[in-house]
């Protein structure tokens, strides 16, 4: 069997910047429904489309075909006083509390990363942590069976057959 749209595709995969460090070694293999139901990145799907078990790619995924360039219009500096009283940098926020300048509520509010805390001003970074990073995947098919009627309805894979999956690819 190879892969293709409406398979279910289980493979180990690693993950590497630019440089070399290690950004994810999955200890274990992931699951995900083929053919564009946004469970991985467009250009993986690509690259696994016709192989079959035990095949290996290596792919170098580019910002714009991952979590996209790095937007230093997604920084922003905001009054204190809008936080909790427990706040420290890595804390991520879906939405700025209680900000009235916050525009309406978009269909996926960016999530806000506190990135500096000073005595009356937290700075907050709205981009992805991989927001400009070039990605080299390895991946290796250990997996490949036909989706039930239920998985193609829905879109994703049936819930017990996720239990062996870490995180998606993007």
Same mark, same amino acid.
């Given at each position: 069997m190879q892969v293709i749209k409406g398979v279910v595709v289980t493979v180990t995969?690693?993950?590497?910047?630019?440089?070399?460090? *290690? @950004?994810?070694? &999955?200890? #274990?293999?992931?699951?995900?429904?083929?053919?564009?139901?946004?469970?991985?990145?467009? *250009? @993986?799907?690509? &690259?696994? #489309?016709?192989?079959?078990?035990?095949?290996?790619v290596w792919i170098q995924v580019e910002p714009e075909d991952a979590f996209g360039e790095y937007d230093p219009n997604l920084i922003r500096i905001e009054d204190r006083s809008l936080f909790p009283e427990q706040i420290e940098v890595g804390m991520q926020f879906e939405g700025i509390p209680e900000d009235p300048d916050e525009e309406a509520v978009s269909e996926e509010p960016p999530i806000w990363t506190i990135t500096g805390v000073a005595e009356d001003?937290?700075?907050?970074?709205?981009?992805?942590?991989?927001?400009?990073?070039?990605?080299?995947?390895?991946?290796?098919?250990?997996?490949?069976?036909?989706?039930?009627?239920?998985?193609?309805?829905?879109g994703s894979v049936a819930p017990e057959a996720l239990s062996v999956t870490t995180q998606p690819l993007h």
């Open positions: 995969y690693q993950v590497w910047d630019a440089q070399g460090e *290690v @950004i994810q070694d &999955a200890q #274990e293999p992931m699951v995900y429904l083929h053919g564009g139901f946004g469970d991985v990145f467009v *250009v @993986i799907e690509r &690259a696994l #489309e016709g192989k079959s078990v035990n095949e290996e001003k937290v700075v907050l970074d709205g981009n992805h942590p991989l927001a400009g990073v070039a990605l080299r995947y390895y991946l290796k098919v250990c997996d490949i069976r036909s989706a039930s009627e239920d998985e193609l309805q829905r």
